[in-house]
């Protein structure tokens, strides 16, 4: 080999390393891309659950003051327990979220030491399957089926007052 062959090769070996480099760095950016893309929307999609968590919890709590508030008393003598509006909560409940379904139910609680009474609680569950909005997160997040929805359930509790409903 004559020295213009040796300053020849030499001038090429530094731009086949760089573009063999170039090549390395591409499949590392195909391997990891997925699962970096994987991690940002599992965060985006966590954080469009917890919003739909907020909105089921508070149409529950709508629906629980509007079905704590129109209850009224049975007509019996004595302390007949509230008659709840399962029907008109049910219709509220749809209306503020369209695809949610609500159940109503009552539950004595403590008896009044002074009029003798029982109190009650109205527990309004309303469940709502909210589907998954962003590419593979259904793997981690979703718990139905077809990995593809997760079903959120918000309970309330609210006392029916005996005032109220007399």
Do not use: W
């Not at 893309?37 to 508070?58: C, N, S, Y």
């Not at 503020?96 to 527990?123: R, S, Y």
């Amino acid at each position: 080999m004559n020295e213009h062959e040796k300053r020849k090769n030499a001038h090429r070996a530094p731009l086949e390393r760089r573009s063999s480099q170039r090549g390395q760095v591409l499949i590392e950016v195909l391997l990891m891309l997925p699962i970096f893309l994987l991690l940002v929307f599992t965060v985006m999609e966590i954080g469009h659950l917890a919003f739909r968590t907020i909105l089921l919890h508070h149409a529950a709590y709508e629906v629980a003051r509007i079905g704590s508030l129109s209850a009224v008393a049975a007509s019996a003598p004595g302390c007949p327990p509230p008659v709840i509006q399962a029907g008109k909560m049910r219709t509220i409940g749809q209306a503020i979220l369209t695809n949610a379904t609500v159940g109503a139910a009552q539950e004595q609680t403590l008896t009044d030491p002074q009029e003798g009474c029982p109190h009650f609680d109205l527990k309004v569950t309303m469940s709502q399957r909210v589907p998954m909005i962003f590419p593979m997160t259904g793997l981690i997040l979703a718990n139905t089926a077809g990995r593809r929805e997760r079903i959120l359930v918000a309970q309330v509790r609210m006392p029916i007052e005996r005032p109220l409903f007399k």
